[in-house]
């Protein structure tokens, strides 16, 4: 019996095939026999440009319905999806292109002349274009093809997916997800958030990242139902369609918009069953507030691209404000001490979380030395973040170690920014931090020493280097110069020390 989550998904969907799958912005409905035939085309395609099984096909392109068709399409040929920030430089896409070696890139209409030459040099064999709309060649070259394909049998181990996440030396690592790992974490989240046959999602979310793919997305395909597809958040679209919704998935910034709008009312959400927020932390206040005017307590629940999903607030039950609740069932969720790696069991102590089970990866692309580093004997992967678990059992988040920013549910890691703006001619050195932002949950923000006479260098010249270089999410939200950077006795800048002394800096600018 084949193992591919395209079969596990395609098992449970509605038996009327006309059924709706996505309703697009544009009032366009496509069914589920559209998903199974267009996803075929695809497939077809695919395969004729040499794509087979454990080969990578790197994606990126706008959110639309044919972009959600093509992952469907690489799982049926049994190839790993590889899903490309769009706001990645043509610098970054170069990197993840020679270090992966896709078979097939797909990028946006508008990018592609000079992309091409980049996948040229990273060996990748053929180059499709895919626009927001629907245009280009992938839906071009699939036009015509059958409409059924025989989806690729593959074992619960295989290769399903390679999602890119920072590291802090610089280079971004391919985190390789499995069959397994998609269909463990999508059964456990339709069981215990409760999703019905009825069930509308409002999806507003990007889908080249884990929150808006392999948790909004593939929760849907394993409910056999609708979502209501937008290609980015808007407050105005949000109130218009929220009615006719029943489950919205969101990132901490969306709920602080929607409480800033006098719209949201205990009536305007007296039907939706379920709020959830995931990708950055939630601050307790935003949860308490949008209770107070809703009546709706949000779901906070926490995970990683290493991990999908770790833990969730109880759909029946006391979802707790600061805390992300309770680790997913047959997931073992423990805190170590970082030093030594010994669990700690004391209820509320605190130390560097540690999980395993199903929902795990496999490890980093072709870094086998590195994925040894964050694994313990025992099969525990070390995520990095500084929890506790508490005497209830609920799980809190305090931190994170090595210095992880969370902007806009995005990482970012600052020895990256560092690098860029420490090569600025003038500059000595940097520190980049994280500090409280009431849209973003947290800002980059780019402490900088300055050469002696180099009082020139502004603020828009460390932004503008950044631009040329980085992602626009990657970018420092303010950059702050300063005499001296604090140090410890081993030279070490003390990077709290600045995250204490700057942490009221948008609070000073909105006064």
Not at 288 to 298: A, C, M
Not at 339 to 346: E, L, Q, Y
Request: glycine share 8%; hydrophobic share 45%.
């Amino acid at each position: 019996m084949s193992e591919n989550f395209y079969d596990i998904v395609a098992a449970r969907f509605p038996a009327n095939p006309d059924a709706p799958f996505l309703e697009l912005a544009s009032g366009a409905v496509l069914s589920y026999a559209d998903l199974a035939a267009t996803s075929a085309r695809y497939a077809h395609l695919l395969s004729e440009l040499g794509v087979v099984k454990g080969d990578r096909v790197a994606v990126q392109v706008e959110k639309s319905a044919e972009a959600v068709f093509l992952y469907l399409a690489c799982l049926r040929v049994g190839a790993a999806y590889l899903p490309l920030n769009t706001a990645y430089t043509r610098a970054e896409v170069a990197y993840f292109l020679t270090d992966a070696a896709p078979r097939v890139f797909v990028c946006a209409p508008a990018a592609a002349e000079g992309l091409r030459d980049t996948a040229s040099e990273a060996g990748v064999g053929a180059v499709l274009t895919l626009g927001a709309a629907g245009e280009g060649s992938l839906t071009d070259g699939a036009a015509g093809k059958p409409t059924d394909f025989d989806t690729v049998v593959c074992a619960s181990g295989d290769l399903a997916a390679i999602l890119y996440t920072s590291g802090t030396t610089g280079r971004s690592k391919g985190a390789m997800l499995t069959h397994r790992n998609l269909a463990s974490n999508a059964a456990t989240l339709h069981r215990l958030w409760g999703f019905q046959p009825d069930d509308v999602l409002l999806h507003m979310l990007p889908i080249f990242h884990t929150h808006g793919l392999f948790v909004a997305i593939n929760c849907v395909l394993m409910n056999g139902s609708s979502m209501l597809f937008q290609s980015k958040f808007d407050p105005d679209a949000v109130f218009r369609l929220l009615p006719r919704a029943t489950v919205m998935m969101g990132v901490p910034t969306f709920y602080t918009r929607l409480l800033a709008d006098d719209r949201l009312t205990g009536a305007a959400t007296a039907h939706m069953r379920l709020f959830i927020s995931g990708s950055a932390p939630l601050l307790a206040d935003t949860h308490r507030e949008f209770f107070e005017r809703t009546g709706k307590p949000i779901l906070e629940r926490y995970g990683m691209t290493e991990t999908g999903m770790l833990t969730s607030n109880p759909l029946s039950g006391e979802r707790i404000p600061g805390t992300v609740g309770f680790p997913l069932p047959e997931v073992s969720v423990r805190v170590a001490d970082e030093k030594t790696g010994a669990p700690i069991t004391a209820p509320g102590a605190i130390g560097v979380i540690e999980v395993k089970g199903p929902n795990v990866f496999i490890g980093y692309w072709r870094m086998p030395e590195k994925t040894a580093q964050e694994f313990r004997a025992d099969g525990y992967f070390i995520t990095g973040d500084v929890g506790k678990i508490d005497e209830r059992g609920y799980v809190h988040i305090i931190g994170r170690a090595k210095d992880l920013v969370i902007s806009g549910g995005f990482n970012v890691y600052p020895k990256e920014v560092e690098t860029v703006i420490d090569a600025i001619e003038g500059v000595v050195e940097s520190a980049v931090i994280g500090v409280p932002h009431p849209d973003f949950g947290e800002a980059v923000v780019a402490v900088v020493l300055r050469k002696p006479g180099a009082d020139a260098l502004d603020e828009a010249a460390v932004a503008r280097a950044c631009k040329e270089q980085l992602a626009n999410f990657k970018v420092p939200k303010a950059v702050v110069f300063t005499n001296e950077l604090p140090r410890n006795t081993m030279g070490k800048v003390q990077k709290n020390l600045l995250r204490d002394a700057h942490k009221d800096h948008f609070d000073k600018r909105a006064a």
